[in-house]
């Protein structure tokens, strides 16, 4: 079945996309369109002309609140133009839904951005996180090299795999996964290179460091964060809980990332490439910059609680980024302190709506996100 960014399902005969239209366009499949990832490098793609078809996987609740604003309701304004965008169901541990997706959309680039990807999650459910982040990698590999038509593939490595490998980590620093997750990617990352190598795949990793955004899930410590001093600043919280502050991260922009996902698939030969600033921050001067460009003071809000620490922590990462830089002719457009004051300012606005629902009684203030 093809799914609506609406969540409610639709003929698949009604919503081919009119290729006769556009012969030469290029088609891409994303798994994990959903996801932060995945909606910047739609976004992406469809902005170089790209026919753009994602897998979704089904969910209790709608999952495709960042593609809303890309996506066209067709029974909304049926005269409309409509985005060549379409989403599929399908799911990573399902390895027929894999192969029937890429039979039907017959891509020419297959991007991988599907995986449970939280870290601290990964020690909950560590044979979901395998099964899904790991061998989920190998059934969509298997399913590109079955398939007639030759495909590019790009994997969604993680600066993860290099757990606690001191920095500065680039390609050929050797991996020490610190958590189900890592070595899940780590796992995915050889099967990459051994599809390539075995099978001739135009296969690529993309190792990529922490890039975050306003659209960054709100479990993950920054957008917490920055949620938090939203909340705060119009009054809906005044504290927040938090884990290890001492923690150190690469941190970039998403938007800017998902633009070297391309340019990896574009390059003659495959290849694997880190991706990263070159620049590292504790938690706590992500704390500092964030709660400061509000004015606030982070140490009047934060709580340590135990619970976020997790049984093993990877407590320095700095990506050295050269190879992509020379070759793939990336580098990042966004800094640290424009990134957080990108997503504060999205999360003060954010905030102010919350509190007109909760003014309004249509809201509970104490369901924090
Ligand atoms: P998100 O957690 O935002 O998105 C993950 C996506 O995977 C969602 O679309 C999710 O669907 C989907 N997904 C989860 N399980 C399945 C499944 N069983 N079958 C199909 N789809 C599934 O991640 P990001 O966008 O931040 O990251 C994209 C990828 O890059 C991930 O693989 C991540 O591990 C990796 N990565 C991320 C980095 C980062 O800093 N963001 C850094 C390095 C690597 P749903 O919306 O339904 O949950
Ligand atoms: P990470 O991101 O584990 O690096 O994985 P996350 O934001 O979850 O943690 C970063 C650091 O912050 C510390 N921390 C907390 N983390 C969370 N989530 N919640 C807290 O309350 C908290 N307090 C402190 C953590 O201990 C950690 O040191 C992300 C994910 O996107 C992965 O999928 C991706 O592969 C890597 O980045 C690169």
């Given at each position: 079945a093809t799914a609506t960014a609406g969540g409610g399902d639709v003929d698949d005969e009604t919503a081919p996309v009119p290729r006769a239209l556009a012969p030469a366009r290029k088609v891409a499949l994303i798994t994990g369109i959903t996801g932060q990832d995945g909606s910047y490098l739609t976004e992406l793609l469809l902005s170089k002309g790209y026919e753009v078809h994602g897998l979704i996987r089904r969910s209790s609740n709608f999952n495709t609140q960042r593609l809303d604003h890309i996506y066209h309701d067709p029974h909304a304004v049926p005269s409309a133009p409509r985005p060549p965008m379409r989403l599929h169901y399908a799911d990573l541990s399902d390895s027929s839904s894999l192969r029937r997706a890429l039979d039907a959309i017959s891509p020419d680039e297959v991007y991988n951005?599907?995986?449970?990807?939280?870290v601290a999650v990964s020690f909950e459910i560590p044979d979901y996180t395998a099964d899904v982040t790991a061998t989920g990698a190998l059934r969509l590999l298997e399913a590109v090299r079955l398939s007639r038509k030759p495909m590019r593939y790009y994997q969604a490595g993680s600066s993860e795999m290099f757990g606690s490998t001191p920095p500065p980590q680039r390609e050929d620093t050797p991996f020490h996964p610190r958590s189900p997750y890592a070595a899940a990617k780590v796992a995915a990352h050889w099967y990459t290179v051994n599809y390539r190598e075995?099978?001739?795949?135009f296969a690529c990793n993309g190792v990529l460091f922490n890039h975050e955004s306003?659209?960054?899930?709100?479990?993950?410590v920054t957008r917490k964060i920055t949620r938090a001093v939203g909340r705060i600043k119009v009054g809906l919280q005044t504290r927040v809980f938090l884990g290890n502050l001492s923690a150190a991260r690469d941190w970039g922009f998403a938007g800017d990332y998902v633009e070297a996902m391309w340019l990896m698939l574009q390059q003659e030969q495959p290849g694997d490439y880190v991706v990263a600033t070159e620049e590292s921050h504790t938690v706590e001067e992500f704390l500092q910059a964030a709660f400061g460009y509000a004015g606030l003071s982070w140490k009047d809000h934060v709580v340590i609680d135990?619970?976020?620490?997790?049984?093993?922590?990877?407590d320095s990462l700095k990506g050295d980024a050269t190879k992509a830089r020379k070759v793939l002719k990336w580098k990042p457009k966004v800094g640290f302190q424009e990134l957080v004051e990108m997503m504060v300012d999205h999360d003060i606005e954010l905030a102010k709506k919350e509190k007109v629902l909760v003014d309004a009684g249509y809201r509970d203030p104490k369901q924090q996100p």
């Open positions: 951005l599907a995986a449970q990807s939280h075995a099978y001739g795949v306003p659209r960054r899930g709100e479990n993950f135990k619970k976020y620490f997790r049984p093993a922590e990877v």
